[in-house]
């Protein structure tokens, strides 16, 4: 059975840092693509960032330059380091994960961040 365990959310002040990790496990010949989406209350759940296996990256605008995603393909990791968090970054932030092999897709059960003003 393939699962994604999320670690590292927490409560962190205005301009903090914090560093989700994200390991996969069950999967037998790991995924092309990984990535950290969030999700605050009343709102819809949105892309982070991504990285696939070679290694391109993507984020989405309000993060970029103080969100930083990479991964560990032999062990099926990812990881997600914030800096100079913000309120408006609060969310319950999700590690996904989709196999190359046959594309289907996972996702963690989630994690807690909450930046405080």
């Known amino acids: 059975q393939v699962r994604l365990v999320e670690s590292g959310g927490g409560s962190i002040q205005f301009g903090g840092s914090l560093r989700l990790s994200c390991e996969g496990s069950?999967?037998?010949?790991?995924?092309?693509?990984m990535a950290w989406y969030r999700q605050a209350p009343g709102n819809q759940r949105e892309l982070v960032a991504s990285?696939?296996?070679?290694?391109?990256?993507n984020y989405t605008d309000s993060v970029k330059g103080r969100f930083a995603i990479s991964r560990d393909n032999g062990r099926n990791l990812v990881f997600l380091v914030m800096n100079n968090l913000k309120p408006a970054d609060t969310a319950v932030y999700y590690c996904?994960?989709?196999?190359?092999?046959?594309?289907?897709?996972?996702w963690g059960q989630g994690t807690q961040v909450t930046v405080s003003s």
């Open positions: 996904y994960g989709r196999k190359w092999i046959d594309g289907r897709q996972y």
């Open positions: 069950g999967v037998a010949y790991g995924f092309d693509l």
């Open positions: 990285m696939d296996d070679r290694g391109n990256r």
